[in-house]
């Protein structure tokens, strides 16, 4: 059984010249039941009252309680002091989460708020085998079923059939019409519950507000535990008693509980928050067994959230907790057509959405938002082609309405997988031919941007040959900041812009001219880029101007030699009147701007994109000068996305990369 030994208790060595007297009551040697800490004492101040006491740990207060409890051994030690009677307090901490050996400092808190020390304790969790036999810990196993009577009975036997004989089994009927509550009677040790349908988290919650365990196990009805689970969980909790939950792997059985090919657990190694992220480490809910006092911390399962509560839960748990795997198989996980699992589209949309709940928590860690990313793809891989695959059921079952709510998941949530719809039905593929004819014929009359038509129609028929319809596709900029038009496609400019719009052509040909402008308007700042060569090779000079009103201000800089690194020049300026004027300067290492200033930064602007969830990378061909002018970002590309076209394939129209799973070489 978990307990709590409190270890060493020391007052501090003399009374601070603030407090007349002190006392701490936690006795050396102590066991107390559970993660909990009970700490109680009193503390008088002389000149300035004492308010508060507070339990620090690590420099974090984890714990503060008001001083108001009446002290009877201070009122007789200070007989003449009023607030002698009334200088008592108690704290009463959880110890779950933090490290197995724990030291605690105890100051008194003033009314001027200033901190005074008034002891330190130690304490440590154990696991007393020895209490095991004589009083062990209580399981509660909660089984919420809804119309799954024809596997109850299967799910509750499995329950009874455990090595570890100390549970209690509550059934929480959440309003079937079937058998289910005929089935609870038959086994008179199964407490049942019976309440209106409230999905399976409020049945969940429900089970959770009923058991009286000090470890929690949620079964669902179609499933079943093997007879080791809940020793399994007992043991890893003895082994790291600072865990809020652990866990076991899970095997698959088909409708009749015949077994189906095995599958490769997952194995974590490293932060188990970010795994959970990254994919799908917990297959059944089953195989979790919680810490009941987890559920003071973060509440129950989210009934908003019912198809994907319990990776919600486990995200939110092992964000602030450490939760570990024992790894034992201990659940048999059945796979069905009634099972909520098969509803897939509402498991593609809930399992997104509690994902990106975590969004605010990893964005600012490079390898919290991989996680987070890989996490995206992993269940859009695991329940878009699951979707797909029911839409092209319902399809040739004629069930139009099904198969209409299963192509708005995957336009909402994964559009990319919409062409696999169309799968190998000969009918479909004639109407997707006969789209594609349509838009080449619309596309080649109706040249779209500021690219030439040819060029135009070559990109967009690049573009239908790789890229499935209603992707979303950044497309690096030509060099006048419009679009391609890509029908069907959710196109994005790159790079989004920082400040002001893309810069345009504004003079051509010799070394050396100068331009009459009548368009600078009063008040805007205009960029001016000096390039070598044509399509951006090296980037020469630039210089910021901005026109005001009767104001003149220039740079005539001289050429500068190769070998140098300064030059010299003239700054001109006129205020337009008599009065009085400053001018400052200010320096930084490159030219910023709309493009970006280097390859790290371009590489920083596009990882923004890609974490909205782009699917491909387009560089048309006014676009190459990019993989010159920025060699850091072509290799960066290069060794982590897949090149779907090359400018060979496509004729020098434009090169395509797939953004969807990343491939890094070597």
């Known amino acids: 059984m978990a307990v ?21 009551h936690a006795v050396p040697g102590t066991l107390n039941t559970a993660h909990t800490m009970e700490i109680t004492g009193w503390a008088l101040g002389r000149d300035c009252p004492v ?11 984890c714990r503060r309680a008001p001083v108001n409890i009446h002290s ?25 989460g933090l490290t197995p050996e724990i030291e605690f400092l105890v100051q008194a808190v003033l009314k001027d708020q200033i901190r005074v020390p008034i002891g330190m304790i130690r304490a440590r969790r154990l696991w007393r085998e020895g209490r095991i036999d004589a009083n062990p810990p209580l399981v509660s196993v909660v089984i919420p079923c809804y119309r799954q009577a024809h596997f109850l009975d299967e799910a509750i036997e499995s329950v009874l059939a455990q090595s570890y004989p100390h549970l209690e089994l509550v059934l929480v009927d959440d309003g079937s019409s079937d058998n289910t509550a005929a089935i609870a009677a038959t086994y008179p040790g199964v407490r049942y519950i019976r309440q209106k349908n409230a999905g399976l988290s409020g049945a969940r919650n429900t089970g959770l507000r009923h058991s009286l365990g000090a470890y929690l196990v949620f079964l669902d009805a179609d499933d079943r535990l093997l007879p080791n689970a809940l020793e399994a969980g007992l043991q890893c909790f003895a082994s790291h008693p600072e865990s809020a939950f652990v866990y076991g792997h899970s095997r698959f059985i088909m409708f009749d509980g015949s077994p189906m090919p095995a599958r490769q657990p997952i194995h974590v190694e490293g932060d188990y928050y970010l795994a959970l992220l990254r994919g799908t480490p917990i297959m059944a809910p089953a195989s979790v067994m919680y810490r009941r006092e987890i559920f003071e911390v973060v509440d129950g399962f989210d009934t908003s959230l019912s198809p ?40 593609l949309k809930y399992n997104l959405v509690a994902l990106r709940g975590q969004w605010r928590y990893v964005r600012r860690s490079a390898e919290g938002r991989e996680a987070y990313q890989a996490g995206i793809r992993s269940w859009k891989h695991a329940h878009g082609r699951l979707v797909v695959k029911a839409v092209r059921v319902s399809i040739g079952a004629k069930q139009w309405k099904r198969a209409i709510q299963g192509v708005w998941a995957l336009l909402r949530f994964c559009p990319s997988y919409l062409p696999l719809v169309m799968g190998d039905k000969p009918l479909l593929q004639k109407i997707r031919a006969c789209i594609k004819r349509a838009v080449g014929k619309t596309n080649s009359r109706r040249p779209r941007g500021g690219a030439p038509p040819p060029l135009a129609q070559q990109i967009r028929q690049a573009v239908l040959a790789r890229i499935p319809p209603h992707a979303k596709v950044i497309v690096v900029d030509k060099g006048d900041g419009g679009v391609l038009g890509l029908d069907r496609l959710q196109e994005w400019h790159f790079p989004p812009p920082k400040e002001g719009s893309p810069e345009k052509l504004f003079a051509a040909g010799s070394s050396k001219g100068s331009r009459e402008v ?7 700042t205009y960029d001016l880029r000096l390039y070598a060569g044509r399509g951006r090779r090296k980037l020469l000079a630039a210089v910021k101007v901005m026109r005001t009103e009767g104001t003149q201000l220039a740079a005539d800089l001289e050429p500068v030699r190769v070998r140098d690194t300064a030059g010299t020049g003239t700054i001109r300026w006129d205020t337009g009147s008599d009065s009085e004027s400053e001018l400052y300067v200010s320096a930084s290492p490159r030219f910023t701007g709309y493009y970006p200033t ?35 970002f072509k290799a960066y590309l290069e060794n982590r996305y897949r090149l779907i076209a090359d400018a060979k394939a496509t004729n020098d129209a434009c090169i395509i990369f797939d953004l969807r799973n990343t491939s890094p070489k070597g």
Not at 51 to 61: G, Y
Request: with cysteine.
């Open 518 to 524: 009548t368009w600078m308007k009063i008040g805007c």
């Open 72 to 96: 009877p051994d201070a009122a007789a030690i200070y007989p003449g002091v009023t607030e002698a009677a009334y200088s008592g307090f108690s704290l009463n901490i959880s110890l779950l």
């Open 308 to 347: 994907a509560a319990d990776y919600a839960l486990y995200y939110r748990v092992a964000r602030q907790f450490p939760i570990r795997c024992h790894g034992q198989t201990i659940v048999e996980y059945r796979r069905h057509d009634t099972n909520m699992t098969r509803g897939f589209e509402q498991m």
């Open 598 to 632: 280097d390859s790290d930064d371009a590489v920083e602007r596009f990882e923004g994109l890609c974490a909205q969830g782009a699917d491909f990378l387009l560089f048309p061909r006014t676009a190459f000068w990019w993989l010159d002018h920025y060699p850091e």
């Open 51 to 61: 308010v508060a006491v507070e339990l620090v740990n690590k420099c974090n207060v």
């Open 4 to 24: 709590v030994e409190i270890l060493d208790v020391s007052l501090t060595e003399t009374v601070s010249a603030r407090l007349r007297g002190r006392y701490l």
